[in-house]
């Protein structure tokens, strides 16, 4: 299977930034998809940003196009969500998660999910 483990999260003031880490078990990824999702309390789990590892594709949520960038380290194997200009409404805790071969939006496309950090972004 699939490990993940997301790290990274924390407390920052509206305007800052923060970069999550996904750290990911060994194995070779570049047949596989991976994202970022997030869930405020009391609301659905919404897609983020996710990469095609392989093939150099990427996707945002509207949301937070141009504000957020998804990136990986293959040596690593790890992937990164570098969040700046943070608002308060993107308060929420992070999940990174994977899949095979596309890139998907809906989160019950991906099969191996992180235990979540948690973002809290102050007014």
């Known amino acids: 299977q699939v490990q993940l483990v997301e790290s990274g999260g924390g407390l920052v003031q509206a305007g800052g930034s923060l970069r999550l880490s996904c750290a990911a078990s060994?194995?070779?990824?570049?047949?596989?998809?991976m994202g970022w999702f997030r869930q405020a309390p009391g609301k659905e789990r919404d897609f983020v940003a996710a990469?095609?590892?392989?093939?150099?594709?990427?996707n945002y949520a509207d949301s937070v196009k141009g504000r957020f960038t998804i990136s990986r380290d293959n040596a690593k194997n790890t992937v990164y969500l570098q969040m700046n200009s943070l608002k308060p409404e993107d308060t929420a805790v992070y999940y990174c998660?994977?899949?095979?071969?596309?890139?998907?939006?809906?989160?019950?496309?991906?099969?191996?999910w992180g235990q979540g950090t948690q973002v809290t972004v102050s007014s």
């Open positions: 998660a994977a899949r095979l071969y596309t890139i998907e939006v809906a989160d019950y496309e991906y099969i191996w």
């Open positions: 060994g194995r070779a990824f570049s047949n596989y998809a």
């Open positions: 990469m095609n590892w392989g093939g150099g594709n990427t």
